[in-house]
Structures are given as C-alpha cells and as structure tokens.
C-alpha cells in the first residue's frame, strides 16, 4: 500500500499505520506512530496513533511523555472516536503518578463519555473506578452537557458529582483548577455484594479519605484480562497463541463476551507484577477479580 500511495495521502497514512502495527520493535512502531501524527494530520488514524504512543511511553514509566500524547489527544481530537479510552488511559497514567484526585476525574468523564455497547472499556473503567472510593473530587459540570476547556466558564455552586456516575469535564495534568465545593464521592458499590438501603447496619461512606485500599478478595484470586471477543473460537484462539507464548491463558466465561484472561494469582500485587511485565511485551492488558472456580 505504501508503494502504491501517493505520500501525505490518507492511503499512505493507512500503510504506514499497519507498519507500526506489525512492527517487530516498539523503537520501529514508535518512529512510524509519530510519522502519523506530524506527516499527516488529517489521517483518520491519528487519534489511535497518539494513544499508542501515550501506551508505548507508559509501558516504559514516561507517565510525563504519555500525558503529553493524551493531552494532545483530548485538545484536537474533543469528540473523536478515541476520546472515551483516552480518558481511561489518562487516568491510569495519573494513578501512576499518584494524583488521585485528576485520576478520578478523568475515569468519570471516561465513563460519561463511553457507549452503552462497549461493554469492555465500560467494565475496564469500572474496575479502576474502586481506586477512587471516597475520593474528594472538585470539579462542576460543563452548561449544556459540552466539554468546554478548563477554566472557560465558572463553575456552578451546589452542584454533586460522584465519580462513578457523573459526567464531569477533563483536567489536564497541568491546570490547577480552584474547587468551588469539596463533594464527597461514595464509594461504587460492590460488584458481588448489594447491600440494601434500609439495612440498618450498613457502614456509611466515608466522610473524608486519605487512603485508598484495594478492594477486599472473595478468595478466588485475581487474574490479567488481555482481551474478550464476542466470538468464543475468536476467544479460544488467541489462548492457543499465548500458551505457546508460555502464558497460563484460559477462556472466562460461557457467554459474550468470551474474556481471554492469564493466571490466578492469590494478591492483586502478584497479578499487577504479570500485568506489567505483559505491557513490556506489548500486550495491554487490566488485573481482574478471577472467576469463582
């Protein structure tokens, strides 16, 4: 396709797109990502360019070259495609950095933002929203329901945002915003376990946190989800293809999505170590709580 395309054609930017994507270096799919991105800025595929380069910088501990990507990303691209997993992979960057309170803010507005039929960047959210349990966000809502940029417009007084659900405008790393409110934001609630409302013994939310825990085990351990297919011979072949690989992978679950997950390791520090050491290789990849067996 590239000796085919005219150069600073959308075809060219497609060739040189799938070259990065099957490049046998990250060095390689970096130099051809960033050719992307300045050669060809109207290519369609420039969005995904700049998160895979915001990916490549994370797995390498650059969480300041990573949110330079995203960053770009949210600011010319505000409605694309891409948007909602930028704002996820912001967030994990920023818990990396420990700046809880922007982390949650990003996973909120990630959520706000993802549809109803990505069941697998909704559930990935999700899990990393336990992290901001009891978390103090303070931020106010966009008029209108529009992201505007931060600082545009002054922020509406008594307003409520809980991190798990509310719709909530994206920070930069960069901007120190002045909260009009502190609201407290209750924890999600538990994906095993519903406590009712008017159970007298349930434990209210925290009225302030400083420390974030982990959430608790059921017993059954926690594994690394690297993909999920709404095909099960999709799903059962790429376990083929990692236990050559020398991965413990399985097929989770016996209905869509079938979820390719690795290990079942007894802390969830055990299965992040594995989770990291897969990003080394490329493979993307979340820690999850294992399937009851």
Aim: contains cysteine; positive net charge; aromatic residues 6%.
């Amino acid at each position: 396709m590239i000796e085919v395309a005219g150069p600073g054609t959308n075809d060219y930017a497609e060739g040189v797109y799938w070259r990065a994507v099957l490049a046998a270096t990250a060095a390689d799919a970096e130099m051809d990502y960033r050719r992307i991105v300045v050669d060809h800025p109207q290519s369609p595929r420039v969005e995904d360019a700049l998160l895979r380069l915001a990916q490549l910088e994370m797995s390498r501990a650059s969480y300041d070259g990573a949110l330079r990507h995203l960053n770009r990303l949210v600011l010319e691209h505000p409605n694309g495609a891409s948007r909602p997993r930028a704002g996820y992979w912001m967030a994990r960057v920023l818990f990396e950095k420990n700046d809880i309170q922007r982390a949650c803010a990003a996973n909120a507005d990630a959520l706000a933002r993802t549809g109803a039929n990505d069941a697998e960047l909704r559930n990935q959210i999700t899990y990393l929203n336990q992290r901001c349990a009891g978390v103090v966000l303070a931020v106010s809502p966009p008029a209108g329901g529009a992201v505007s940029p931060p600082l545009s417009t002054p922020p509406v007084a008594d307003s409520t945002i809980t991190a798990a659900t509310a719709p909530v405008r994206t920070v930069p790393p960069e901007a120190v915003i002045a909260p009009p409110v502190a609201i407290i934001a209750p924890p999600p609630a538990s994906p095993r376990v519903i406590a009712p409302a008017v159970e007298p013994t349930v434990t209210p939310p925290p009225t302030a946190a400083k420390t974030i825990s982990p959430p608790a085990s059921s017993g059954s351990g926690f594994s690394v989800q690297v993909a999920a297919y709404n095909v099960k011979s999709q799903a059962t072949a790429m376990v083929t293809k990692l236990k050559k690989s020398g991965y413990e992978a399985r097929v989770s679950g016996t209905k869509a999505p079938f979820r390719v997950r690795i290990g079942v390791y007894e802390t969830q520090a055990k299965a992040a170590a594995v989770q990291r050491s897969l990003k080394a290789k490329q493979i993307t990849g979340f820690v999850v709580q294992a399937e009851a067996r």
